[in-house]
């Protein structure tokens, strides 16, 4: 082979290392960006600017920790992701210290409805009090970010649409959650997902139906 050859040889031979690492690292973001806001229910705006300053610093990380791409030969998958996981601890550990969603006491139950049956009460637990009652469990996973800042928010908002625990100011009608149930909007799917519990069966959805109408009226 001529010089020239060896050289173009070399070229293309980088191209197509970096083309595989930067194919792995789009799709690391993808799958980022799918597991966060899919599975734990993050707005989109703030995944993609976690994603953004992540991809910034593994970018940043790859240059000082091997120099330049162009003289060492192309991107190669190895250090792409290593310079991925470093970037995703220094970025996850960051957020860490962000307060919001940290404070995890929950308000005081003030009044509930007058509910027909403990069976109701029990169903309703297990589907909806994680969010629609003031009775929230916090496992350990809650406490890390962004997890925490997704719950807090589901939370709030659910509390503030219809509370169980504070029902004489946040209360909803048998009419409403019916639907919600039915059309299996609620629980949320993601919720299903990660919590069997809250996985009624046709039969207890339409026993915490009635409950819910005898419950409520209507
Ligand atoms: C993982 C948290 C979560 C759980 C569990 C949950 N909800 Fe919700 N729910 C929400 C949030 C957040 C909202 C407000 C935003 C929205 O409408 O999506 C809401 C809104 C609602 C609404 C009013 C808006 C609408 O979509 O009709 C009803 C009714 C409702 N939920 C019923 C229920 C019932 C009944 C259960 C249990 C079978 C339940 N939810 C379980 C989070 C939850």
């Given at each position: 082979?001529?010089?020239?050859?060896?050289?173009?040889?070399?070229?293309?031979?980088?191209?197509?290392?970096?083309?595989?690492?930067?194919?792995?690292?789009?799709?690391?973001?993808?799958?980022?960006?799918?597991?966060?806001?899919?599975?734990?229910?993050?707005?989109?705006?703030?995944?993609?600017?976690?994603?953004?300053?992540?991809?910034?610093?593994?970018?940043?990380?790859?240059?000082?920790?091997?120099?330049?791409?162009?003289?060492?030969?192309?991107?190669?998958?190895?250090?792409?992701?290593?310079?991925?996981?470093?970037?995703?601890?220094?970025?996850?550990?960051?957020?860490?210290?962000?307060?919001?969603?940290?404070?995890?006491?929950?308000?005081?139950?003030?009044s509930e409805?007058?509910?027909?049956?403990?069976?109701?009460?029990?169903?309703?637990?297990?589907?909806?009090?994680?969010?629609?009652?003031?009775?929230?469990?916090?496992?350990?996973?809650?406490?890390?970010?962004?997890?925490?800042?997704?719950?807090?928010?589901?939370?709030?908002?659910?509390?503030?649409t219809f509370?169980?625990?504070?029902?004489?100011?946040?209360?909803?009608?048998?009419?409403?959650?019916?639907?919600?149930?039915?059309?299996?909007?609620?629980?949320?799917?993601?919720f299903r997902?990660?919590?069997?519990?809250?996985?009624?069966?046709?039969?207890?959805?339409?026993?915490?139906?009635?409950?819910?109408?005898?419950?409520?009226?209507?």
């Open positions: 082979m001529s010089e020239p050859e060896r050289a173009d040889d070399d070229l293309r031979q980088a191209a197509r290392r970096s083309a595989a690492a930067l194919t792995l690292a789009g799709l690391a973001a993808a799958a980022f960006a799918v597991a966060f806001i899919v599975i734990v229910g993050l707005g989109p705006g703030l995944t993609f600017a976690l994603l953004a300053a992540l991809l910034v610093l593994a970018a940043l990380g790859y240059r000082v920790l091997f120099g330049s791409p162009r003289r060492a030969g192309g991107i190669t998958v190895g250090r792409t992701a290593m310079a991925g996981a470093l970037a995703t601890l220094v970025v996850f550990g960051a957020i860490q210290a962000i307060p919001y969603g940290r404070d995890h006491t929950n308000p005081p139950v003030v409805p007058a509910w027909d049956s403990p069976r109701t009460r029990e169903l309703a637990a297990a589907a909806c009090f994680l969010c629609h009652s003031n009775d929230t469990q916090w496992p350990g996973y809650t406490n890390i970010a962004p997890i925490s800042w997704a719950l807090t928010d589901h939370i709030l908002t659910a509390r503030d509370n169980f625990s504070d029902w004489e100011d946040y209360p909803t009608s048998a009419r409403l959650i019916e639907a919600a149930i039915r059309d299996g909007r609620m629980p949320p799917w993601n997902l990660l919590h069997p519990e809250a996985r009624l069966t046709v039969a207890e959805k339409e026993e915490l139906i009635a409950g819910m109408r005898a419950t409520l009226g209507g």
